[in-house]
């Protein structure tokens, strides 16, 4: 079985501070990770991703995550915030191997307030 | 390129009725998801298309619920007597393949409202 769990509803910041939303995962095997994020009224947008290789892994606008599997976590992370991140992001995890490898487990959502 | 797109970007029913949701995936995308997204939770899978292999229909939550995909392209989610805990907002997604390391590229989405 596989999950996946943000500890946080919500994180607010002061724009230009780092940003960092957590994520934490339980797979049986080896996890495929990704970050979405939907901002007002606009569909999910994919963000970056982690399958193999480098546990640092960058995206669009200027994210970056880091798989730990040690700690189970992928948090997203970006080293200024600004207003405009202000969204709802999502974590989202696949197991590997199964044979239902196509099915993302979500987060229930982590809400990022950035303040001007 | 064109996006995921769906339709109706919102839909107001009675209780009872029959709804249609449309979805077209990205052209070239063999994989096609839907979920729901009920106000302030994560998604829920609820069916999967991949190419012409028997779709995987385990997250359907009830019979009320089916879903149908022409070839590789638009499918529809049918949702019949609708119940009020059937208001969400449906979203639809599209991968190049179903192997797991694809991303999945979202629709709008279609909020639904059973009065």
């Known amino acids: 079985a596989q999950s996946v769990a943000q500890p946080e509803d919500q994180v607010n910041v002061a724009e230009g501070n780092p940003l960092t939303v957590k994520c934490t995962y339980s797979v049986s095997g080896n996890p495929y990770l990704f970050w979405y994020v939907q901002y007002p009224n606009r569909g999910l947008q994919f963000l970056l991703k982690y399958i193999t290789g480098d546990n640092l892994v960058k995206g669009s606008y200027g994210f970056e995550a880091e798989f730990n599997k040690s700690q189970t976590s992928f948090h997203l992370k970006k080293p200024s915030a600004l207003v405009s991140d202000s969204a709802l992001y999502f974590c989202a995890v696949r197991d590997i191997p199964s044979s239902n490898d196509y099915k993302l487990s979500f987060g229930a959502g982590t809400t990022v307030t950035v303040r001007a | 390129g064109a996006g995921v797109s769906q339709s109706p970007s919102n839909k107001v029913t009675e209780k009872g009725k029959d709804v249609e949701l449309r979805c077209d995936p990205i052209s070239g995308h063999t994989a096609l998801y839907w979920y729901r997204q009920r106000l302030g939770q994560g998604l829920e899978f609820l069916i999967y298309f991949q190419g012409n292999s028997a779709p995987d229909k385990s997250g359907l939550p009830s019979d009320r619920f089916s879903a149908e995909r022409t070839g590789e392209s638009v499918s529809t989610l049918t949702i019949q007597r609708t119940q009020q805990e059937d208001s969400a907002v449906y979203l639809c997604?599209?991968?190049?393949?179903?192997?797991?390391?694809?991303?999945?590229?979202f629709g709008p989405g279609t909020r639904l409202t059973v009065t």
């Open positions: 997604a599209s991968s190049l393949g179903g192997l797991g390391f694809y991303e999945q590229y």
